[in-house]
């Protein structure tokens, strides 16, 4: 099961380029679901259903409770903004959390949870987009505690472990991104735990999601990090359903001399359901 996380930067930069770069990359990939940030919706379009319509896929969204606060970034008011997912198989169930904040900093941020019927079992998806502010890490342990209680609450009734994704906004060995790991430090569900997919990647691969190379990164806003990320629950599940088997950067450079977007995505593939040894299909 291939599965993508990407932050596609909202109405940003040269957007109608872009989108059509984002295209490009994910239909070269032939992801199996994908996790959305920043997605736009606007005058009755939206961009996970073009996404979703030029790939033949399902798709659903969650728009921000507190999208004027990102309007005013752009002056286009009206223009919603968002978390999607894209997925091969139906969207059976969904459900969506608004992600703590102090009022000065929220700007609606979301958790999107998404059960997907696919072969051999439903697979619990979600996609998240945490604070930003580079001095919010007590912000984003608040939301990740909030995120892990969304998750446990909706992780039952299948053997595929909840595989969560987004962008993070937080550096891979800071306090929120070990707390809701779990494996680090005391988990932040009881006996939820999780796996960063990037822990399974070669390690001379270029890991930064958030990188200089990409000219629509802010220089000011700090070196180039990983902060987005594919996290698996663990352990995997019977026959190692969930189990990381690749992972690495994707849409990390220009398309048509278009950046898609000033995060790179990451993509993964995990042990299906069906690939698992003793069940149908393996």
């Known amino acids: 099961m291939r599965v993508v996380t990407w932050n596609v930067w909202w109405r940003f930069g040269p957007w109608a380029e872009r989108q059509k770069a984002v295209l490009a990359v994910l239909r070269e990939l032939r992801p199996d679901v994908v996790g959305l940030q920043e997605v736009w919706a606007a005058d009755g379009e939206n961009l996970a259903g073009w996404l979703a319509g ?38 059976v169930e969904q459900d969506v959390l608004r992600l703590p904040a102090p009022e000065d900093v929220d700007d609606g941020r979301l958790a999107l949870y998404a059960r997907l019927d ?49 962008d993070f906004n937080a550096w891979p060995d800071s306090d929120e991104i070990r707390l809701f ?30 990188d200089h190379a990409n000219p629509y990164v802010h220089p000011g806003l700090g070196p180039s990090t990983r902060i987005d990320y594919i996290h698996v629950g663990a352990p995997a599940g019977p026959g190692g359903v969930g189990t990381v088997l690749h992972v690495r950067r994707a849409g990390d450079g220009p398309v048509g001399g278009v950046w898609p977007s000033d995060h790179s995505a990451v993509v993964a593939d995990l042990q299906s359901l069906t690939d698992a040894p003793g069940t149908p299909g393996s």
């Open 54 to 91: 030029e790939l033949g896929l399902h798709w659903t969204w969650a728009a921000s409770p507190a999208s004027e606060r990102w309007q005013r970034r752009i002056g286009e008011p009206g223009v919603e903004i968002g978390n999607a997912v894209l997925s091969r198989w139906p969207v």
């Open 118 to 166: 696919a072969p051999g079992g439903q697979v619990p998806f979600f996609t998240a987009h945490l604070t930003s502010h580079l001095q919010a890490s007590a912000i984003r342990c608040e939301q990740v505690t909030a995120l892990a209680g969304f998750v446990a609450a909706r992780r039952d009734g299948t053997d595929f472990p909840p595989v969560v994704t987004g």
């Open 181 to 210: 790991g779990g494996t680090r430090t005391s988990p932040a569900a009881p006996g939820l735990v999780f796996f960063d997919a990037w822990e399974y990647a070669d390690p001379a691969a270029p890991s930064a999601t958030w």
